[in-house]
């Protein structure tokens, strides 16, 4: 049951993105921060970082690796997370002990 609706609201996020995601793409050789999110209105933006992450290997897990809109949240993870963490995370991808659910 939470699972069903982890992936409904994976979903939902990824359709309500399309629309920025399409704003970040367009301009290509320019550098941008992410988008402010009112889910994460602190300056801490840790968690921000975290979901982000999630959410990219979300919706490529759902939508396939070629889903265009899924770069939108790679986006904003290369921009807010540190990169230790991105290579640490990367890691326990591969070796199947990341912790967080995929």
């Given amino acids: 049951m939470l ?6 609201s994976t ?3 990824i359709a309500s993105r399309v ?3 399409a704003a970040i793409m367009s301009s290509a050789g320019k ?5 402010f ?11 921000y970082c975290y979901q982000s992450f999630i959410d990219y290997h979300r919706c490529q897990k759902i ?8 770069s939108y949240f790679k986006k904003v993870f ?3 997370c540190p990169n230790d963490w991105v290579e640490k995370w990367g890691e326990q991808i591969e070796e199947g002990k990341f912790p967080g659910k995929i």
């Fill in 19 to 21: 629309n920025m995601s």
């Fill in 78 to 80: 290369t921009s807010v």
């Fill in 11 to 13: 979903t939902q996020l």
């Fill in 37 to 47: 999110d009112p889910r994460f209105p602190n300056q801490n933006q840790t968690r």
């Fill in 63 to 70: 939508k396939g690796e070629d889903y265009e809109p899924c």
């Fill in 31 to 35: 550098m941008e921060t992410a988008p």
């Fill in 3 to 8: 699972a069903s609706r982890l992936e409904v």
